[in-house]
């Protein structure tokens, strides 16, 4: 019984720190020491899965040992699934930028001037403003900026990396 408990607990354990560990990527953490500990987070659950895992072996506990050895995985699973899910939000906050794009567009070959603020595109060449698709917990809005002849917008990613479209609405992202 006492087995099982422990079985279950670490199981419970592994879930948690992988669901935290994807939230934390895709967050929008643009601060060094969040992204230093999110990396040091990883590394030691992984190393605590290889040195417990290797105790277990020495104690001839099999089934810990492959427990152990699995939370390893924790880290590596929980990147890969971010990944992932990175890629979506960033194709979905894409589509909805070309949306304003194309509002824009639509203001400025109608005006011949882009709007001073992204609110002036409302309703007549867009419904709403939609926020970028970026973070789980928090919501991300589009920066806009009008220039003489030409607009910015951009939006954070996330761990630091900013994101914007050119003249000529390419996307360019630093890191």
Known sequence: MVRNLNFVMICALALALYVILIIWRLESFSFFLPLMLRGLVSILIFVAGLVLGFKMLAKREFPGTIICFLFCLVPIAATMTSERLFNKKMDETLLRANLIITALNKHYSNNMNYPMILEELVP????????????????????????????????????????????????????
Do not use: V
């Not at 951009?154 to 050119?166: L, N, V």
């Open 124 to 175: 007549k060449y867009i419904s709403s403003i939609p926020p970028t698709a970026m973070g789980i917990i928090s919501t991300h809005q589009f920066n806009y900026e009008k220039e003489s002849l030409e607009f910015r917008l951009s939006f954070e990613a996330t761990d630091g990396i900013h994101c914007k479209f050119t003249p000529n609405n390419d996307l360019l992202c630093d890191d």
